[in-house]
């Protein structure tokens, strides 16, 4: 990529997705400007809390097992890179009724690429996992490939060592406005102007702002999660004999959780939260009657943990799209702003195959990977 522009490529959004596309573009040389709005490692976002699941037998869709398969792999090349551990693998059980979504879903993602798993009735589930005691009308599909990300460390290691590989990186800088620039790009901040050949927008709940009147279909939810503290402590939750689970304990509705880590026995109900219009509307108090859902979520597999204190409480924010698939597609007006909105709810596992992918889309205009089902012109007749 030769320019006469300062930049090749501007990431606005430095958090999972914008900090390991910054680290594969400057491994590859490219000249290339991170820039965020907030604090290194702030807490206002998706990319913070302690912990993130990373799983193989993907019941969403068995589209996604092969972009985690890569994640696996360059998630242990970041480590290697650094010397940091980020990622552990303790298992992991995908738990619910034999004909509900979750087990039928890993099954097809297990049967479609070949993977191994077993199928826990209650009573093997518990004799594996002692903390377990799932009703008699459940059962479990283990995950042995499954287990925990450190977000936070995550992230870390994609900007150090996109900084080592020659990336610049500015924290504390509102952008306030891009437009395209001949076949290239301006970015406005509060601090300055850039210019690039390309345009990368990965900033999560803050999205729809830098899209400004192009809308898309994006909805900001707030998600209240827990770390709680069994007050038995026997060692159960441990990550050697507590893998992470994820239950749906109502047609559609999952609660999931990891082992005992620094803070607690962290649990959650997905996609139970509030939403609102903007992420200044997200409200961050933690009320202690939050609680009360996961509790009873809780009761039919982990009656323990479903009666434990609260430790500490927390949020974070999920930016959804109706489908809850991911968007990486190209802006349809202006084809070299690349638009990254992976998560709703689910994406940080794949951060460090997103980055390597959308470090192809931004200089070569393409990715191994089959992305047709995260364009934009799904929802043609929503955005007309």
């Not at 400057?26 to 907030?38: P, Q, S, T, W």
């Not at 809780?298 to 500490?312: C, D, M, N």
Request: aromatic share 8%; hydrophobic share 40%.
């Amino acid at each position: 990529m030769i320019s006469s522009r300062p930049y090749d490529v501007i990431v606005v959004g430095l958090g999972a997705m914008g900090s390991a596309t910054l680290y594969h573009l400057a491994e590859r040389g490219v000249r290339v400007l991170g820039l965020d709005r907030n604090a290194a490692g702030h807490n206002l976002g998706s990319s913070h809390g302690d912990s993130r699941i990373i799983r193989e037998m993907y019941f969403e869709h068995p589209l996604y097992v092969p972009l985690v398969q890569r994640a696996h792999e360059l998630w242990r090349a970041l480590e290697k890179r650094t010397g940091t551990p980020l990622m552990t693998i303790n298992g992991g059980l995908m738990i619910g009724r034999r004909d509900g979504a979750v087990v039928r879903g890993t099954l097809r993602s297990a049967t479609e690429h070949g993977l191994h798993c077993e199928i826990l009735d209650p009573a093997e589930t518990h004799a594996r996992y002692p903390a377990f005691s799932l009703a008699d009308d459940l059962v479990a599909v283990l995950d042995p490939r499954a287990g925990y990300l450190d977000p936070e460390a995550c992230v870390r290691a994609h900007l150090d060592s996109a900084r080592e590989a020659g990336a610049s990186t500015h924290f504390d800088e509102r952008v306030v406005a891009w437009k395209a620039d001949g076949g290239g790009v301006r970015v406005t901040t509060e601090a300055g102007t850039y210019a690039a050949d390309r345009l990368l927008l990965a900033s999560g709940s803050w999205t729809a702002e830098l899209l400004g009147n192009f809308a898309l279909p994006l909805t900001v939810e707030r998600q209240a999660v827990f770390w709680l503290q069994p007050e038995t402590d026997t060692g159960l939750f441990d990550p050697a004999r507590f893998p992470i689970y994820a239950y749906e304990y109502e047609p559609g509705s999952i609660c999931y959780g990891f082992p005992r880590l620094a803070r607690g026995v962290k649990a959650s109900v997905m996609h139970g939260g509030e939403t609102t219009p903007d992420l200044a509307s997200v409200r961050r108090t933690v009320y202690e009657s939050e609680v009360r859902p996961l509790r009873a979520a809780l009761r039919p597999i982990l009656p323990g943990l479903s009666r434990a204190p609260v430790r500490e409480s927390g949020t974070c924010v999920f930016t959804n799209t109706p489908d809850h698939d991911f968007i990486i597609d190209s802006h349809p007006l202006h084809p070299q702003v690349l638009i990254s909105s992976p998560c709703s709810g689910h994406g940080f596992k794949f951060a460090s195959a997103i980055g390597e992918l959308q470090a192809d889309l931004l200089t070569r205009g393409e990715s191994a990977f089959d992305l047709a089902p995260f364009r934009i012109d799904r929802w043609r007749g929503d955005l007309a």
